[in-house]
């Protein structure tokens, strides 16, 4: 079975803490990509970050890390010294393609709160 | 930058009326996506649409729905008879061979 799991709900942190989402996922496939979007109050969803199955080098991207291991099947997302700003819904996807299926699936997403 | 664009931004609609969302994905991708978020939940996989076919459709996406790339360039989302439970914000989405996913802004809906 295909499925993204992450098991945070909701998140409060104060500013400037470092915060680490979670996200583990269950593939059959060998081949498959992982995301993270950002769901700001306004609605949209931001690209963060992709990742393919066979990239496990984990990324930095100014306050933003991600940490891809195969071993545990989880891409968890890390936010140093957290902001106001950073305040919004966090959702991990996992996308596989096999045959002529195609999709894309969410976790239900982790609320997070970055407390002033 | 490329952008996957949505209209209407919002629609509001009676039960039982039909509906079509509409997007233009990204000149150049070959993979195009219906997803729905109700209010406050996780969002949800609708269909994905590939060589001008439906490639996968979730168990939402039933007889009620249909999705049409007309004229190469839109790829609209159809509700025939709208129920007060499709209120929801829907994303289009689209992506080339790479697997990057490119979202629109998505559309409100409400169905009264």
């Known amino acids: 079975a295909q499925k993204v799991t992450q098991a945070q709900t909701e998140i409060s942190v104060v500013e400037k803490e470092d915060v680490t989402l979670d996200c583990v996922y269950e593939?059959?496939?060998?081949?498959?990509?992982l995301f993270w979007y950002k769901q700001p109050p306004s609605g949209e969803l931001v690209f963060l970050i992709r990742?393919?199955?066979?990239?496990?080098q984990n990324e930095i991207s100014g306050r933003y890390s991600w940490n891809f291991q195969k071993s545990t099947s989880s891409f968890n997302f890390t936010i140093t010294a957290s902001q106001v700003v950073d305040s919004a819904v966090y959702f991990c996807?996992?996308?596989?393609?096999?045959?002529?299926?195609?999709?894309?699936?969410f976790g239900k997403g982790t609320r997070l709160h970055i407390l002033p | 930058e490329p952008e996957v664009t949505q209209t209407p931004s919002h629609q509001v609609t009676q039960m039982g009326q039909e509906v079509i969302l509409r997007c233009v994905p990204i000149?150049?991708?070959?993979?195009f996506y219906w997803y729905r978020q109700i209010l406050g939940q996780k969002v949800e996989f609708l269909v994905s649409?590939?060589?001008?076919?439906?490639?996968?459709k979730s168990e939402i996406f039933d007889d009620q729905f249909s999705v049409e790339r007309p004229d190469g360039s839109n790829f609209t989302l159809k509700i025939r008879s709208t129920k007060l439970e499709d209120s929801a914000m829907y994303f289009c989405a689209s992506s080339d061979y790479t697997g990057e996913l490119f979202f629109g802004e998505g559309s409100r809906l409400t169905v009264l």
């Open positions: 649409f590939y060589n001008n076919e439906i490639s996968e």
């Open positions: 593939t059959r496939d060998t081949t498959y990509y």
């Open positions: 996807a996992l996308r596989f393609r096999m045959n002529r299926d195609d999709k894309i699936i």
């Open positions: 990742r393919n199955s066979f990239d496990e």
């Open positions: 000149s150049n991708h070959l993979y």
